[in-house]
């Protein structure tokens, strides 16, 4: 019978499975709803449940692509944040704190229009915690069942209470909100499905600042935790030793909010008449003038094809970003020598000029960056050996010149290419096709933690979190490879 087959004199009177039908939908609707009434915070981008396309015969898009993420106490990342003068006694930081840890907007282009006029921000190079934290905050693929999660995500500001205690000499005072967060995570039912090994978290700062043994020196000692060293961290600088750390790209100053704003950009670098061979955007140190630094400094100030940044900006150090972006999209090769520690901000910055990086040291960016870098380093950057420039006295442009320029154009267009996968896009961004550093991270995390769950599956121990000499050798292994053996970088890691 149809359901409006019968009549009556006030008209159509809906049949029984007119009403089935109704309270069906209804109770969907209302299994949906409870599904998604959770603690997670408010803004979060929830995706229906797997039985939602199930139900509904449609393939769900975010299969195998969910994240949980935790509700954390305030103490661990709100609140870290408020507390934001703390993070320097120097620097007013608050102000890069603005905008989920973009910092401030730079307007019209920034100084001398080196950068875009839409999307560019003042950021510092350790908000990333907070950046990372607002993108998942609008992930396409947030879940609120850690059920039906591929992985678990530790929203710990864990940068920011380094850095307002990387000075205190009372080593219980530097550990006691990483030892908190651990107690905290083990007592969770979703910890202990796999006793964290389906977790991760992003530090916000090198790993070296996580790593203080048990006899003192820098940093605290969250990464050498148990429960942490289950985790897969996420960190700007990784150590080539250890089997669970795993850096991504530094922020740069550019987060577009649309296809359009990064294919702009990038033709914008295919066209800029680089004037120069190579630069420098670095300051010196009062340290031996052995070291690559000093070198650079000393080679540029003579070459007339070479600049540095004291020569781009209107007054002798005051430099902003659209300084150093402009210093480097002027040149046809960026200089990347180590920083505080073996890697550098610039080295992106470079990247997004469209400017070929030209590394001293293989941790700096080779043995790094291997999620988000080609494997073949040659197709994008040169690689000079510290110990040829310091120790031979070779001459920086010599090397720079012999390139040919039909290789120097396709190199300068792999950087241009690798632009999205190491920038960190707006997260209220919408239908973007192009893959930033976050989306690249998140895929890698998944893909690991669903080697561990099949070996779980299957009964066996999967190891894949090596320590010590040879640690980096096991990240350089292809899917399949089990077997490490001698490598070109053997001489430049050795511990």
Known sequence: MKPFSRSTKRGVRPSPTFYVVVLSMFLWALIFSL?????????????PPAFFWFRFGRQDPCAGRYVYMYDLPPRFNADLARDCRRLSASTDMCRHVANDGFGPPITGGGDG??????????????????????????????????????????????????????????????????????????????WRAMGGRDHFMLVGRCTWDFLRGPDGGWGNALMTYP?????????????????????????????????AEVIAWQDRMRR??????????????PSSKRTVRAQIMEQCGRSSRCAMLGEVAATPGNYSPGHAMRLLESAEFCLQPRGDGFTRKST?????????????????????????????????????????????????????????????????????????????????????????????????????????????????????SVDGDYSWKYDLLEDGQKDIGPHEFDPYVAT
């Open 348 to 464: 992106f910055d470079a990247i997004l000029a469209g400017c070929i990086p030209v590394f001293f040291h293989p941790v700096s960016a080779y043995l790094q960056y291997m999620w988000h870098l080609p494997r073949d380093y040659r197709s994008y950057s040169v690689f000079i050996p510290r110990d040829d420039l310091v120790g031979r006295n070779l001459s920086i442009e010599e090397v720079l010149r012999k390139i040919p320029p039909e290789k120097v154009a396709r190199m300068r267009e792999e950087v241009i290419r690798l632009i999205p996968t190491v920038m960190y896009r707006d997260p209220a961004a919408k239908g973007m096709q192009f893959r930033d550093a976050f989306d690249v991270a998140i895929e890698r995390v998944i893909d690991r933690v669903a080697k561990r769950r099949r070996a779980v599956a299957e009964g066996r121990e999967y190891h894949d």
């Open 35 to 47: 599904h998604c009434s959770t603690s997670l915070q408010s803004g979060d981008a929830l995706k």
């Open 227 to 259: 429960a942490i060293r289950n985790m897969t961290v996420l960190s700007v600088e990784a150590s080539p030793w250890h089997g669970n750390d795993f850096a991504v790209p530094f922020p740069s100053h550019f987060h577009p909010s649309s296809d």
């Open 113 to 190: 229009g080196s950068l875009p006029e839409r999307g560019a921000y003042d950021t510092d190079q350790f908000m990333l915690g907070m950046i990372f934290h607002a993108r998942m905050r609008q992930y396409e693929c947030l879940t609120a069942d850690p059920t039906v999660a591929a992985a678990v995500y530790v929203p710990f500001y864990a940068g920011f209470d380094a850095a307002m205690n990387q000075d205190n000499s009372d080593l219980t005072v530097r550990d006691a909100l990483p030892q908190d967060m651990a107690d905290w995570l083990v007592r969770r039912p979703e």
């Open 272 to 285: 800029l008449e680089r004037r120069r061979l190579w630069c420098f955007a670095g300051y010196s140190r």
